[in-house]
T-cell receptor, first 110, second 114 residues
Framework: QQQVKQSPQSLIVQKGGIPIINCAYE??????FPWYQQFPGKGPALLIA?????SEKKEGRFTISFNKSAKQFSLHIMDSQPGDSATYFCAAQILGRLYFGRGTQLTVWP | DTGVSQDPRHKITKRGQNVTFRCDPISEHNRLYWYRQTLGQGPEFLTYFQNEAQLEKSRLLSDRFSAERPKGSFSTLEIQRTEQGDSAMYLC????????????FGPGTRLTVL
C-alpha cells in the first residue's frame, strides 16, 4: 500500500512557468514532510521540508503548501528553469522513517 | 567533500554471488539509513541505525540482507546469494537526531545482477 500518493507522474512546462506537484497521505502520525530533487544517476537531494503545524513554507523559488485537514501538500516551483528538469519526490516521515511518493518527472523547456 | 559517500558506485555481479556495499555518513550524524530504489520508483526504506544499534528493519530486508554499523560510523550492507530482483540503486542517508531528522542522501550504489 502506497503511504504517500504523488501526482502527476510527469509534467512539462515552459521556462518561467510554475509547475505544481501534489501529494496526499493517510497516516496522521506523519510529522515531517520533505521534498527531494533527483537527477539521473544521483542520490536524492533535500530541497525543502515542512512540519504539519505550518501551512506554507518558502525557500527561494520553491514553496510548499500544506493542508493538514485534507492531508495534502504540494510543491510549487516559481520561475522554473531548464536546470530544474529532474525527478521530484515528496515524502512523509514517522519515527525517522521516510515514505516516498513515486516521483514526478519534470521537464522545463527553454 | 563532507557529504555522505558510498562505495562502490556501480557493482555488476552474477546471480548467487555475495556483494557488500559501504556507506560513510556525514561525520557528526548519529543516524544512518539504507534505502533501495528501483527504476521509476521512490526510495523504499530498508533499515536504520542510531549509533551502532540497528533500530528498525523493513520486511523488505529478507534473510539474505544484513547491515552493520560496528563502531557507529560507517555502515555496510551485504546481500548474500544475489537474485536478479535485487538489481536496484542502494541509497544511504544520514541525519542528526534532533535536527528535524533531515536526511541527506549519498550518491547510491547501482547493483546489477546478471
Amino acid at each position: 500500500q502506497q503511504q504517500v500518493k504523488q501526482s502527476p507522474q510527469s509534467l512539462i512546462v515552459q521556462k518561467g512557468g510554475i509547475p505544481i506537484i501534489n501529494c496526499a497521505y493517510e497516516n496522521t502520525a506523519f510529522d515531517y514532510f520533505p521534498w527531494y530533487q533527483q537527477f539521473p544517476g544521483k542520490g536524492p537531494a533535500l530541497l525543502i521540508a515542512i512540519r504539519p503545524d505550518v501551512s506554507e513554507k518558502k525557500e527561494g523559488r520553491f514553496t510548499i503548501s500544506f493542508n493538514k485537514s485534507a492531508k495534502q501538500f504540494s510543491l510549487h516551483i516559481m520561475d522554473s528553469q531548464p536546470g530544474d528538469s529532474a525527478t521530484y519526490f515528496c515524502a512523509a516521515q514517522i519515527l525517522g522513517r521516510l515514505y516516498f511518493g513515486r516521483g514526478t518527472q519534470l521537464t522545463v523547456w527553454p | 567533500d563532507t557529504g555522505v559517500s558510498q562505495d562502490p558506485r556501480h557493482k555488476i555481479t552474477k546471480r548467487g554471488q555475495n556483494v557488500t556495499f559501504r556507506c560513510d555518513p556525514i561525520s557528526e550524524h548519529n543516524r544512518l539509513y539504507w534505502y533501495r530504489q528501483t527504476l521509476g520508483q521512490g526510495p523504499e526504506f530498508l533499515t536504520y541505525f542510531q549509533n551502532e544499534a540497528q533500530l528498525e528493519k523493513s520486511r523488505l530486508l529478507s534473510d539474505r540482507f544484513s547491515a552493520e554499523r560496528p563502531k557507529g560510523s560507517f555502515s555496510t550492507l551485504e546481500i548474500q546469494r544475489t537474485e536478479q530482483g535485487d538489481s536496484a540503486m542502494y541509497l544511504c542517508a544520514s541525519s542528526l537526531e534532533g535536527s528535524h531528522n533531515e536526511q541527506f542522501f549519498g550518491p547510491g550504489t547501482r547493483l546489477t545482477v546478471l
